[in-house]
């Protein structure tokens, strides 16, 4: 009888230990995304880039996209109402000459669903088909620079990009990054120029987000811009 006691007590005891510790980690784990989320928004936003963002929360859609290929074919994709008008030309004989696109269904859902979101933290991402492709969270001075190669090794890239680098000339630079994954590039690259590498900028003049695709080693290039009113 005093041995099933004893045992009792030691089972309660271990159970009350087990409860505790649950307990404790649940606490952790809260106190931890409490955290998280009070560094993101203790960033210091001051200054000519939070003033500027600070006008530009909010959605902008895909609105038209333009690439280029080889010595001379061009694409050209514009969006008019709720549709999308897509051509393209080369030159033949020293001649333009124009030629028709088909847009696949899959590529359409992807023209129209591409965005860029400014958010109320100012990160600001690149979303598509509802998924997330690219977040960049807020730097007060500077941006997401992820170049695994020198900056001076692709001739597209303004000169000076760094970590550090901000405003150049009418742009704001938000990211950068070479050898871009191919389950990010097989949804964005919708006009399949084959960029590896990609930018996101802000085009302060014309008021308009640009994605900017190229491939590393030459000179094919696509950009794609949003707007926030169509």
């Known amino acids: 009888m005093k ?4 045992l009792s007590i030691t089972l309660l005891a271990l159970l009350l ?7 404790s980690e649940v606490k952790e784990k809260q106190i931890d995304e409490t955290n998280q989320e009070q560094t993101k928004s203790d960033v210091v936003k001051e200054g000519p880039k939070s003033e500027l963002l600070a006008g530009l929360v909010g959605e902008y859609q895909l609105s038209s996209a333009y690439g280029s290929a080889g010595a001379n074919t061009m694409y050209d994709y514009q969006k008019i109402g709720n549709a999308w008008a897509v051509s393209g030309s080369s030159i033949s004989a020293g001649v333009r000459e124009g030629f028709e696109l088909e847009v696949t269904d899959d590529e359409m859902n992807r023209l129209n669903t591409m965005k ?21 969270p807020y730097k007060n001075d500077g941006m997401e620079y992820l170049l695994h190669n020198s900056a001076e090794d692709y001739i597209m890239l303004p000169e000076g990009i760094s970590e550090d680098f901000t405003f150049d000339s009418d742009y704001l630079y938000f990211y950068a990054q070479d050898e871009l994954p191919e389950d990010i590039t097989s949804v964005i690259d919708i006009m399949q120029i ?12 014309i008021g308009q ?9 030459c000179c094919d290039a696509s950009s794609y811009y949003f707007s926030s009113s169509l």
């Open 209 to 217: 987000f640009e994605l900017f695709l190229f491939y590393g080693e």
């Open 116 to 136: 860029i979101i400014v958010h109320d933290d100012y990160s600001v991402s690149l979303e598509c088909e509802g998924e997330i492709l690219i977040d960049v």
């Open 3 to 6: 041995d099933l006691k004893i």
């Open 17 to 23: 230990f087990s409860c505790g510790t649950g307990t």
């Open 194 to 205: 084959f960029g590896d590498v990609a930018i996101i900028r802000y085009d302060i003049a």
